[in-house]
């Protein structure tokens, strides 16, 4: 099932290209808002899923063209990304130390929304394909061998990065947690659709020129893995997002005027635009284009505030 919001916070179910409104069938659920209906579907799913799928099968769909998306997840409680979690094409001799980071709920946008280049002097800005998953039940101290029955569906992410802000090793909460740095969507796909997360082709497109293109089979430390990991430090609720981390080789500086485009296999194509109001250039150079040229480091900021002097 595909879940998301439209329009209003509408809640939908993707049938085909249309969208059917079962925001009736879920009025029950306990909620002040829409991210407390989602939480609160993806704790009782086991009691909606067939009333939902009897909306479906009788509802009367509007094209998903002619509506508004919104992010399916508005504001999740945690949302935990995992940090160096490939193996980049077997570049890496051995998996990086697993490692984590929060994002937070307000960095959140969905499908056709903006991310928003803050007026920071960061080196550059990039966006990391990920597939993300979303916690179905309470996951606390969970083992590896009992993680995938806390999984309740999959979903695209990009996670936003102002890398290179000062003073140097002050990373993580600066760089990852600015507002809008979290796109996802435009679905929420629940687990029974995708056969094996671990073989997921992930595209991302810059201005319709592809740049990132992975397979979630190099990821380093598997998803069972990481959610042993994340839940004995603390807590997972029904509806948290766990990004599962990203192949670098593709990245490459967002910038103004950017049309962002990420495709997984069954998950959708999730579309964002970039909006720098300072206008900032960098080449469209990826880090792998850069390694090849034996290039050190990502690359430079050609003009604009921040941009370094000339020599």
């Known amino acids: 099932m595909k879940i998301l919001f439209f329009d209003d916070f509408k809640l939908g179910v993707l049938k085909g290209d249309t969208v059917i409104d079962v925001t009736q069938t879920v009025q029950g659920i306990p909620h002040t808002g829409p991210h407390d209906l989602i939480n609160g579907l993806i704790a009782r799913f086991a009691d909606y899923k067939r009333p939902l799928e009897e909306a479906v099968n009788r509802g009367q769909g509007v094209p998903v063209a002619r509506v508004r998306i919104r992010p399916p997840l508005p504001k999740p409680y945690n949302i935990v990304a995992m940090a160096v979690n490939y193996m980049e094409d077997g570049t890496r001799a051995e998996p990086a130390p697993i490692n984590a980071f929060h994002k937070s709920p307000n960095a959140v946008i969905g499908d056709g929304d903006t991310m928003v280049l803050p007026d920071v002097p960061a080196t550059i800005f990039e966006g990391e394909a990920e597939v993300a998953l979303v916690i179905g039940k309470r996951a606390s101290h969970v083992s590896a061998a009992q993680a995938m029955d806390h999984v309740f569906g999959y979903v695209n992410f990009i996670d936003g990065s102002a890398r290179g802000l000062p003073p140097s090793g002050n990373t993580f909460y600066q760089t990852k947690s600015r507002d809008t740095f979290a796109p996802m969507g435009p679905?929420?796909?629940?687990?029974?659709?995708?056969?094996?997360?671990?073989?997921?082709?992930?595209?991302?497109?810059?201005?319709?020129?592809?740049?990132?293109?992975?397979?979630?089979?190099?990821?380093?430390?598997?998803?069972?893995?990481?959610?042993?990991?994340?839940?004995?430090?603390?807590?997972?609720?029904?509806?948290?997002?766990?990004?599962?981390?990203?192949?670098?080789?593709?990245?490459?500086?967002?910038?103004?005027?950017?049309?962002?485009?990420?495709?997984?296999?069954?998950?959708?194509?999730?579309?964002?635009?970039?909006?720098?109001?300072?206008?900032?250039?960098?080449?469209?150079?990826?880090?792998?284009?850069?390694?090849?040229?034996?290039?050190?480091?990502?690359?430079?900021?050609?003009?604009?505030?921040?941009?370094?002097?000339?020599?």
């Open 187 to 311: 679905w929420l796909v629940t687990a029974d659709e995708v056969r094996d997360p671990h073989r997921l082709q992930v595209r991302l497109w810059v201005n319709e020129t592809l740049k990132q293109n992975f397979n979630t089979s190099d990821m380093a430390h598997k998803i069972p893995r990481c959610i042993e990991w994340v839940s004995s430090i603390h807590t997972l609720e029904p509806g948290d997002v766990l990004a599962t981390g990203t192949n670098h080789r593709g990245l490459s500086a967002f910038q103004h005027g950017d049309l962002i485009e990420l495709e997984t296999e069954g998950l959708g194509r999730l579309r964002v635009h970039v909006r720098d109001d300072l206008k900032r250039t960098w080449a469209r150079e990826t880090r792998l284009e850069r390694q090849e040229k034996k290039l050190e480091g990502t690359t430079p900021q050609l003009t604009g505030k921040y941009a370094p002097a000339p020599r």
